[in-house]
């Protein structure tokens, strides 16, 4: 069975530092993993995914994730947060080695980042 | 290119109502996906579409039913609505190619 682990409910940083939003997968085979931010009342937005190839993936808004197998980690990082960046982010994984199509969500991380 | 259109906004159910959830894209996906959003749950998978006349179960399908009649449309139908089913749902579309979903803007239901 696959599943996705965000452990912090809450990242708080202050404007101008870097940021890390943390994200572990369990997935029997390799993973497709994703990173999607939703601002208040709006709907999921797609920020980056890993599928295959280089380790860190660079994605909107100046935001990059690196895929660590060893870990079984996605974490999403940026070197500079804005206040802007302030949202709730999920992360995602489909396990593609066992042919679903189903996409597991974990629980959403909300990011404060303050001026 | 509207992207993935959900209606309606918002709405109220009495216990025991019934409703449809619509979700159109056209974006000519084949796959289509309902969510639903509780607070500090994140997104739990209702029902899938990998293609019109083809539906599958997610995480949690008691007390909704799906078709798919065209490539478009794929609406979630409440039969007897409960206040367990108080929540946000969004549906998602994505192509055969790409593994990226794109969302509704989402529709909030209380049952009261």
């Known amino acids: 069975a696959q599943s996705v682990a965000q452990p912090e409910d809450q990242v708080n940083v202050a404007e101008g530092n870097p940021l890390t939003v943390k994200c572990t997968y369990s997935?029997?085979?390799?993973?497709?993993l994703f990173w999607y931010v939703q601002y208040p009342n709006r709907g999921l937005q797609f920020l980056l995914k890993?599928?295959?190839?280089?380790?860190l993936v660079k994605g909107s808004y100046g935001f990059e994730a690196e895929f660590n197998k060893s870990q079984t980690s996605f974490h999403l990082k940026k070197p500079s947060a804005l206040v802007s960046d302030s949202a709730l982010y999920f992360c995602?994984?489909?396990?593609?080695?066992?042919?679903?199509?189903?996409?597991?969500f974990g629980t959403g991380t909300r990011l404060k980042v303050l001026a | 290119n509207a992207g993935v259109t959900q209606t309606p906004k918002f709405r109220i159910l009495k216990i025991g109502q019934s409703m449809t959830l619509q979700c159109t894209q056209d974006?000519?996906?084949?796959?289509m996906y309902w969510y639903r959003q509780d607070p500090g749950m994140g997104l739990k998978l209702i029902y899938y579409?990998?293609?019109?006349?083809?539906?599958d179960k997610g995480e949690v399908p008691n007390g909704y039913n799906v078709s798919r009649s065209t490539t478009e449309d794929f609406p979630l139908r409440l039969e007897l609505a409960a206040p367990s089913q108080t929540s946000v749902y969004f549906c998602?579309?994505?192509?055969?190619?790409?593994?990226?979903?794109?969302f509704g803007p989402g529709t909030r239901l209380l049952v009261l």
């Open positions: 998602a579309s994505r192509s055969d190619r790409e593994e990226t979903q794109y």
């Open positions: 974006m000519n996906h084949n796959y």
């Open positions: 995602a994984v489909r396990d593609k080695a066992s042919g679903t199509y189903k996409y597991i």
């Open positions: 579409s990998v293609g019109a006349g083809i539906t």
């Open positions: 997935v029997s085979g390799n993973p497709y």
């Open positions: 890993y599928i295959t190839g280089d380790n």
